[in-house]
């Protein structure tokens, strides 16, 4: 550049991020469905030597296991995506494999990039019990990594090959399973493994699941879609339902979890977010349906989306430069949409998200984001906003009916220094309410980002 | 916070900011329009003394002054944006003082803010020759700054009764215009001011005009609507024109020019980008009207149109924490609005922006979000990526028809280490094309904005 510089002041403040580490979570062996194995490897996507960058799992189970999945609305579809779509679809919503790597999206790879999707596939393939010669394809796939580069395909079939020899490490107990999820880290700090257990008529299930962020991360993901992004969570559970009840149990779930979380407003042409059901807490039951049972639906789809909020908020926990978790609550809408169209603006503003890491009680940006989403009927006179404490203590209203209350800006800053806090927007035009999980906006994010590639 | 830090690491490469000081211009007095009075002042809003704060102009002309204005589409009008809206209903499109005061937006004030901006009106109302004791309002407000914050109204009504005085500093040479300009900035770097002069059948006309950036930019105005934003602009000519078509001849003008802006994709609650046109330039001409006169309006049209756009980009180069000047091409569109719809999203991507912070020349997030904006009927193997540099030399395509290009990466740093590039993405569904001028994403944006208020 043939321009004047000046240097930027030396003084700038850089708040150290909190570690998330404490985050990570040793869980005990029984805690995990029955019926899976896993493991996490290095392939050789990743140059560092040593790190995992790919993830197998395949369901043992002798019961059929049912799949079902979102994928990002992306126009630009990564080509494991569209292959994942195809095999579910040619498969009525069977599926007993996964094959992931991180470190590469393989996507935007044209024809190559489908033909190793592809390989992927048929290699895994071999890998499951009580595999026939057949044609059809049992393993769904999935990638996460930088656009536009082709994968190190060879490397990948190596690395598959070697858990059909005796050194294979699939196992079930935790340390395959954290194997497994740390294959799916990209930027994240911390593997995202979680599990939860539930009864349906005093029958046991497991659900156990891992996710990965860390950018690019507003995912907006529907069954069989056409977009796609970066986030990729797979959940396991030894329940037995049917392929078209899981579909609908995975999608309410999705709108209340990871459709409504925000860590930089980017949608991905990866995102996915897939379950696998394979019965084997109770191999002889048959499998839960919503039409012929109501009651065993309701509750497995009720613990689905707990689940699937829990891994969701670990992402923007983990978001890219982090150092707040905040939950937008946006109240009083006409419709759910509103409320979520909303709450998605606030969760998404630069001007929020810089705020909130400087911990600045700027509550003006929170009602000019609310402003900017068209709302016919909204009156200001009746807009409230107040900020919540994660504490236990008072909330503190900030605004109340459109007058803007006298602050005490030593309360705001108290709120705001917390990891944890709410910001609250009563719209008083509905009865209808949305809740978005985001994160701040920091220098970390800018360094991350500026220079991912290299 | 009861947690474990590390330190984040020291080494971070933070770039210099170019300095922004060469695009100051000084003007000759000669190129301002005819028949306007203008100052600056410093009255207090800004707690530094001698800064100016408070921006008065008012027309000296003995034919009527035409007035136009969009407005944000925020829902949140601020207390000026309600003001000025309803004067020039209530006045027909005519208004012959403006009085601008930068520090405080008085957004979201309540009835005392409303009260605040109408005496602001009266006072310099009080300024305008040939004054009448009627009760119509001739003049026109403005404010910008910070949001929810009342006005030190007593300090600016003094500041505007100052210029009532012998004292008086209103005036015509550039000294005016440019302490004018001056008054209109927040966390501006220089004062965005110019002239422009163009000819109609021969009569010499001049435009000149001054904005105001340079965060929460992401204008997206009309007339009379009902948004808000931190983007505000005067044009001023010395052509006459009547009302209505000065108002149509504006809308037009905002569509090419503000409207296709983005610093950080934040509409705000102030945005307002106003035009007078006193016919000082040759008082005994009838105004150009759309109707009985389309040779001249077309001609007018045009050259605010071109003025706009020269004002809009000023804003973007002086981005908060701006380091680069990027132009957005997006070309081969089904509508006009489709090609504008992505141009923003590129422009607004927080990874997008972070890449050309960083010099890289990650095309997959150019793509990504092209993708993420619902288009029907596009197909990915017809859409195409390049970097255009500034400096004359050849393109770079990095995707040919849904296909990656092996791109040379030297070549690829060489363009985006320049200050001014563009890309272009080739949608390959249809003939229309939008452009939109946008910035990078920088740690200075994190930090200006992370504690604006203190």
Request: glycine share 8%.
């Amino acid at each position: 550049m043939s321009q004047l510089f000046k240097r930027l002041s030396s003084t700038i403040n850089i708040k150290p991020l909190p570690s998330k580490t404490h985050l990570h979570r040793v869980l005990p062996d029984s805690s995990f469905p029955a019926g899976y194995a896993l493991t996490g490897l290095h392939a050789g996507v990743k140059k560092k030597s040593g790190v995992l960058d790919l993830a197998i799992i395949i369901s043992t189970s002798k019961h059929p296991t049912s799949a079902a999945a979102c994928f990002t609305r992306n126009a630009f579809k990564a080509a494991p995506v569209v292959v994942s779509d195809e095999i579910l679809s040619r498969n009525g919503g069977r599926a007993r494999g996964l094959v992931v790597n991180s470190g590469c999206a393989n996507a935007v790879t044209g024809r190559q990039g489908l033909e190793d999707a592809w390989a992927m596939v048929n290699e895994t393939d071999k890998l499951l019990p009580h595999s026939t010669s057949s044609q059809s394809h049992n393993t769904l796939v999935m990638s996460t990594g930088v656009i536009g580069q082709r994968l190190p395909i060879q490397s990948i079939i190596k690395g598959i090959q070697s858990q059909a020899s005796a050194d294979s490490t699939l196992a079930s107990d935790f340390a395959a399973w954290e194997r497994a999820a740390k294959a799916f880290m990209t930027t994240d700090t911390f593997p995202k493994l979680r599990s939860r257990s539930f009864e349906i008529r005093g029958t046991k299930y497991r659900i156990a699941g891992m996710d990965k962020g860390a950018g690019m991360i507003h995912p907006n993901m529907g069954p069989a879609s056409t977009l796609h992004a970066t986030l990729l969570g797979c959940i396991l559970t030894d329940a037995a339902i049917s392929p078209p009840s899981l579909q609908n149990a995975l999608t309410y779930a999705m709108d209340r979890s990871f459709n409504c979380i925000s860590v930089d407003g980017e949608m991905s042409t990866n995102d996915t977010v897939l379950v696998l059901a394979n019965g084997a807490a109770a191999p002889d039951q048959v499998e839960i349906d919503e039409v012929t049972d109501k009651e065993g639906f309701e509750i497995f789809k009720r613990e689905l989306t707990a689940f699937a909020a829990e891994l969701a908020q670990l992402v923007v926990r983990d978001g890219e430069g982090a150092t707040k978790f905040v939950t937008v609550n946006v109240k009083g809408a006409p419709t759910y949409e509103d409320a979520h169209r909303i709450a998605s603006r606030i969760s998404t503003s630069a001007l929020v998200k810089t705020a909130l890491y400087g911990e600045d009680a700027n509550w003006g940006r929170v009602l000019s984001a609310t402003g900017s989403v068209p709302l016919s009927g909204l009156d200001p006179q009746k807009v409230s906003v107040s900020f919540l404490p994660s504490d236990g203590s008072a909330a503190l209203p900030v605004l109340v009916n459109g007058e803007p209350e006298n602050v005490d800006e030593g309360r705001a800053k108290e709120i705001l220094s917390l990891e944890d806090f709410g910001i609250c927007v009563e719209l008083g035009a509905g009865m209808e309410e949305a809740t978005y999980w985001t994160c701040d906006f920091s220098y970390e994010y800018v360094r991350i980002n500026g220079d991912y590639r290299s």
